[in-house]
């Protein structure tokens, strides 16, 4: 118990530097995460449509995801310098493919029957996607945005390697330090934060289900 | 709830970790013993500096001393690090700071004279971890508070102190291990009475061009780093005289040396043949350059003669 009370003595005598890198964290993640989401789900209703680009749009996609997180944020350096704007462009481009992945199967698996009914209705193309596919696919998609969500937080911590803040700050200040209650009190937040964020969306995934689909 | 039982199994998980690292540390053990061979493992830090003078040691060696099989583990993360590996068995040899070793390690408080902090670090070492610190390569790679030429022209700042005139406009950028150490930004602070707008702690590597590029103002630079006279950058006289002397010295574990003859002699044959401006001329190699370390090792053991 003695080991729990120093790590809680040193929470309590690092509060503000915690809040702190907490809400850096939460900004950067939820930034990134976003627009991942603004430019992953239309990315991915478009290659439902033009099935043509879907071999490449996924292909990028993949290739990104394929590349070292810690390559990526090097890359960065040159163009976007440091802080927090290319940590928020590397765990952007993290985030695309499941979103981007689930998005085009969610769409791609309604059933053929449902669209049949939708065109005898004389739902025209825009409509059909809007009332049919995407309510029927939403739960897929925001299964990719968990996955993303959930892998964003872990990926942020490696901002604070380019001066970008958040908990890895305290975590790569811990390991230098060789100070494993600084380690835990970056790493335990981090973990808390990405089960909670895991948690409300699959909360929201249900709230999305349609009546129809749910169990 | 789902959410509940994942919470405190991470708890638990991560409790247990901090019970279990508490006493273990690296665990990284070399392949050693594997065959009868001697072995010496040299290690360093992240940063050019080290991966240089680890270099030096790790050829010198191999050149003089073909028998003795060398292995690097470069790139470690920071003196503390080191510190672990040295007293784990994880690595023999490393180059160590006076100033580090003094006040990092040994929670001792600043020694201005640098024999004397020399004598107190070696002998501590001797004491705690039969570690024989050598003779110092004659460089002092202290912290050196730096900000850009042409801000510090207009602003008029010649020394640490004069940084209270401009304290609500600086941004400071420097390493992880500068943040924490008391002979970092803490111990700084408190020195001086200066408490500086905002710090950014960053790979130290990136330190230099994140000010060239004007994304922070000031920087605690590595006084033999290169780039300070390349990217146009002024060094700011620590003028109350804060940070210890930090003399770079080879220090290698007293078992190593009975193990392998010769060896003490060898590497004091390092001593006094660097001083700052030659340090930062080896550095400038790699960083500017774009040399390889062990190419500039090479170099600079051939041209002393040494290999």
């Known amino acids: 118990m003695a080991v729990l009370n120093e790590y809680i003595s040193f929470i309590i005598e690092r509060s503000d530097q915690l809040l702190t890198l907490t809400g850096e964290h939460i900004y950067l993640t939820l930034i990134a995460v976003v627009i991942a989401i603004a430019i992953g789900v239309p990315l991915g ?21 394929a590349m070292p997180s810690l390559a990526m944020l090097g890359f960065m350096i040159p163009i976007l310098g440091i802080g927090s704007r290319p940590s928020i462009v590397m765990i952007f481009l993290y985030s695309l493919l499941p979103i981007i992945k689930n998005t085009y199967i969610g769409l791609s698996n309604v059933d053929e029957s449902m669209l ?13 996607m809007r009332m049919v596919q995407l309510p029927l696919a939403l739960p897929v998609i925001m299964g990719g945005i968990r996955i993303s969500a959930v892998t964003a937080v872990g990926l942020t911590t490696l901002a604070a390697l380019i001066g970008a803040g958040g908990l890895g700050q305290l975590i790569y200040r811990g390991i230098s330090m060789v100070n494993n209650k600084m380690i835990i009190a970056g790493a335990i937040p981090a973990m808390i934060l990405a089960l909670l964020v895991d948690f409300v969306l699959s909360l929201m995934e249900k709230a999305v289900t349609p009546k129809g689909l749910r169990k | 709830m789902r959410f509940l039982r994942n919470l405190s199994i991470t708890i638990i998980i991560a409790m247990l970790f901090t019970s279990l690292t508490g006493c273990s540390g690296l665990n990284t053990k070399a392949e050693s013993d594997s065959n009868s061979d001697k072995q010496l493992i040299i290690g360093g830090t992240t940063y050019t500096e080290q991966f240089i003078v680890s270099e030096l040691l790790a050829t010198l060696v191999e050149e003089k001393m073909p028998d003795v099989k060398v292995v690097r583990k470069q790139g470690l993360n920071g003196t503390m690090v080191v510190h672990s590996a040295m007293t784990n068995g994880d690595i023999d040899a490393a180059v160590e700071y006076i100033g580090s070793g003094l006040m990092q390690i040994l929670h001792k408080d600043l020694i201005r004279d640098p024999d004397e902090a020399y ?3 070696k002998d501590n070492y001797h004491d705690k971890w039969h570690i024989k610190w050598l003779k110092p390569l004659g460089f002092n790679n202290t912290y050196a508070m730096v900000v850009k030429k042409d801000y510090a022209k207009a602003h008029g700042l010649k020394n640490s102190s004069d940084l209270s005139k401009v304290a609500s406009d600086i941004t400071l950028g420097c390493s992880m291990e500068f943040s924490e150490r008391p002979d970092g930004y803490p111990g700084w602070k408190k020195a001086y009475g200066i408490d500086l707008k905002d710090i950014v702690p960053m790979d130290s590597g990136i330190m230099y061009s994140s000010i060239k590029n004007g994304e922070v103002n000031a920087i605690s630079a590595f006084a033999t780093d290169g780039r300070i006279p390349e990217f146009d950058l002024q060094v700011l006289e620590d003028d109350k005289e804060f940070f210890p002397p930090y003399y770079a010295v080879p220090m290698i574990k007293e078992e190593k040396l009975k193990e392998i003859p010769g060896l003490e002699e060898l590497i004091n044959k390092l001593g006094d043949k660097i001083n700052d401006k030659e340090m930062m001329k080896l550095n400038a190699k790699v960083d500017i350059d774009g040399m390889e370390p062990h190419e500039v090792a090479k170099e600079f053991l051939k041209e002393n003669n040494l290999i």
Request: hydrophobic letters at 50%; aromatic letters at 2%.
């Open chain 1, 116 to 128: 049949e009914a939708g065109k005898g209705m004389g739902m025209t193309g825009g409509q059909l």
């Open chain 1, 45 to 65: 209703i478009l290659i439902t449509r033009v099935k043509k680009l879907s071999g490449f749009v996924i292909g990028l996609a993949n290739a990104l995801q």
């Open chain 2, 119 to 121: 004598k107190v670090v």
